[in-house]
């Protein structure tokens, strides 16, 4: 069976020397601990949990999956033992704060683990994973109450959460959100609904779960202003958070999905729950964007994760399995053919998915670094600096998740493809990886509504193109940085003229929208994919950039791992991002070809 190594190698190399987080935890109150002994021991740490005690129940996992048994869904073997062990580790509380008992590290700390551990078993992974989300929720919108009830059993992994959005009638659209919520006597609800594709909605890995769940009050104004949002327990408690009877939070059925079978997603059905109020009445979607922005986040590492994986597995499979001559002449004459890494094809296919992951991850890494001082901001009770770095963040959010999904699912067929047969066989694992991954692109909002959002809301409606500009102006000023040194000169001028096309792009939507507004919705896509591509390009230019530097005055790794950055980068800006200036013509198209056949039009008529 194939095994997941952790790319603690690569992982260093951005924390380190791209990012210099020991400079930025230096500066960060959550970092005092966070020195770079003790970041190292805890990713050597979770390594050692991922490959050991996570990866192993990959393939089983999906093989057994979750069953519905007398009303409770069981988790597969050995998922409960690793829970266990993953509770005893103090991993839930890495990122928590110290009064509810985490251990108060920065933010970013716990996307590195978060990483790890979805790379080496997605499935495993969504369980703490959703949690933490609804932690994040508490912890910003509950009362002081609440959060002493929650947020303690919570981040010691005892109890876990869930977000419970979608209804059969409507995902994107909670406008139609049909969840009832009863105000009682005492100061609780009656929450009375159906919630589908709930993500670890039933399990057994805990003893409570707590559901963050949107629902209407009896005279909520209709569409979106008129959602509440509500915790919900599966199990009655005291302030003191012992347990009591079942609160009518009942699992009705589990989906039988394409992949990540180990999870458990759940048609849940509330009767009558008694749930609590957080945030204020009819501010429920935006309490619970929270919630959405953190599984963005969180969603795409399921573009990263797989990525590393397959490219892990397909190199390996690549050095062994032998099939025909390299078209230059024999390079391994003792053998009966030449290894598959001398032909050209497999090495595109190969360098693509390492530039996804290794882009990927560096763009993760970044956006963690936001997100760090968004926290901190808050904290503090600094509004206005939260508001900014939360600005920046929301920006690049559809970007990480919509972008990186979309390119994760192709390392993840081109990982299949250099397996060949083979790769379609499920002894490979290579097959379950890409049906895994499969739902990255459509779960917390599809590539299209992450479009949406990014074009229509973050840059036309919010700020105007603002966030194009200021996100454009700190890449041209890298780039300029580079422009005397000639390894990175042509990634430089390359950036520079993406800037200025980039910005003009935003401009010409900006003015075909105020003569068709499908002109939004029909350069979305396109908008995203472009804006991903240019912002990986800057991300490679950066790794590029200290790369050339170690080389010339030294560093912790050795010349050929900085010399197979530099060469990565070059196939990224040869091969990769060419793709860009097809979506920037694309997203230029009139949306007249796309909405001039009817519906009856499009039929199949024969």
């Known amino acids: 069976m194939p095994v997941y190594k952790a790319p603690l190698r690569d992982m260093k190399f951005l924390i380190n020397d791209v990012f210099d987080y020991p400079t930025h935890y230096a500066s960060l109150k959550s970092g005092e601990n966070a020195t770079p002994d003790i970041v190292d021991a805890i990713l050597t740490e979770c390594a050692k949990f991922c490959e050991e005690q996570l990866s192993p129940l990959f393939q089983p996992g999906d093989e057994e999956g979750c069953t519905l048994q007398d009303g409770a869904v069981v988790t597969p073997k050995g998922y409960k033992e690793a829970y266990d062990q993953f509770v005893m580790g103090g991993w839930q509380g890495l990122s928590a704060p110290e009064e509810y008992g985490g251990q108060g590290l920065p933010t970013s700390m716990g996307l590195f683990k978060q990483e790890m551990m979805g790379t080496a078993n997605w499935s495993f992974s969504m369980y703490p994973g959703l ?20 947020l303690a059993p919570m981040t010691e992994g005892r109890w876990s959460g869930t977000m419970c959005l979608t209804e059969p009638q409507c995902g994107t659209d909670l406008g139609q959100v049909k969840t009832k919520a009863e105000p009682q006597a005492d100061g609780t609800y009656k929450v009375t609904g159906t919630k589908i594709f709930i993500s670890s909605g039933d399990h057994d890995l805990t003893e409570n779960i707590i559901h963050i769940v949107l629902a ?97 597995w397909a190199l390996d499979y690549a050095r062994e399995r032998r099939s025909m001559r390299a078209l ?134 919010n700020t105007k193109g603002g966030a194009v500009r ?36 935003t401009v010409r939507i900006m003015l075909a929208a105020r003569k068709d507004r499908d002109v939004v919705s029909s350069a979305s896509y396109d908008f995203l994919m472009y804006s991903g591509y240019v912002t990986m390009a800057y991300m490679w230019a950066r790794q590029a950039a200290v790369a050339a530097d170690r080389l010339d005055n030294g560093g912790d790794e050795s010349e050929a791992f900085y010399k197979a950055k530099l060469a990565t980068a070059e196939f990224y800006y040869e091969r990769l991002l060419p793709r860009a200036q097809a979506h920037a013509s694309t997203m230029l198209s009139p949306s007249r070809n796309l909405m001039q056949l009817s519906a009856d039009d499009m039929a199949f008529t024969g």
């Open 470 to 505: 200021e996100f454009t102006a700190r890449v041209a000023n890298f780039a300029r940085k580079q422009l005397t040194d000639s390894r990175l000169r042509p990634y430089a001028l390359e950036l520079l003229k993406l800037t200025g096309q980039w910005n003009l792009l």
């Open 216 to 312: 209407r009050l009896p005279d909520a104004p209709k569409g979106t202003r008129g959602i509440s949002l509500f915790i919900v327990p599966k199990m009655q408690h005291g302030k003191d958070g012992n347990l009591g009877e079942a609160n009518r939070v009942i699992c009705g059925s589990l989906e039988k999905k394409m992949g990540i079978k180990a999870s458990a997603t759940c048609v849940m059905n509330f009767d009558d729950s008694t749930g609590y109020l957080i945030g204020p009445e009819n501010k429920g979607l935006e309490c619970m964007f929270t919630f959405m922005n953190t599984a963005r986040i969180g969603t795409a590492i399921q573009g990263v994760g797989p990525a590393e994986l397959s490219y892990q």
């Open 131 to 150: 949690a933490i989300g609804a932690m994040n929720t508490i912890h910003l919108h509950g009362s002081d109450e609440q959060k002493n009830t929650y």
């Open 328 to 461: 230059s002449g024999k390079k391994e004459p003792d053998e009966v053919a030449d290894s598959l890494m001398h032909h050209a094809d497999v090495r595109r296919m190969l360098l693509t998915q390492k530039a996804i992951a290794e882009g990927g991850r560096s763009m993760l890494y970044d956006a963690a670094r936001l997100a760090d001082h968004m926290v901190e901001a808050h904290d503090a009770g600094n509004t206005k600096k939260a508001d900014k770095y939360d600005d920046k963040l929301g920006f690049l959010t559809p970007i990480l998740k919509g972008f990186l999904t979309e390119l994760g699912n192709e390392a993840a067929n081109l990982g299949m493809q250099v397996f060949g047969g083979h790769g379609y066989i499920r002894e490979h694992g290579m097959e379950q990886i890409a049906r895994d991954t499969r739902i990255a692109t459509l779960y917390e909002g599809t590539t299209g509504i992450q479009a949406l959002d990014l074009l229509g809301r973050k840059v036309l409606l």
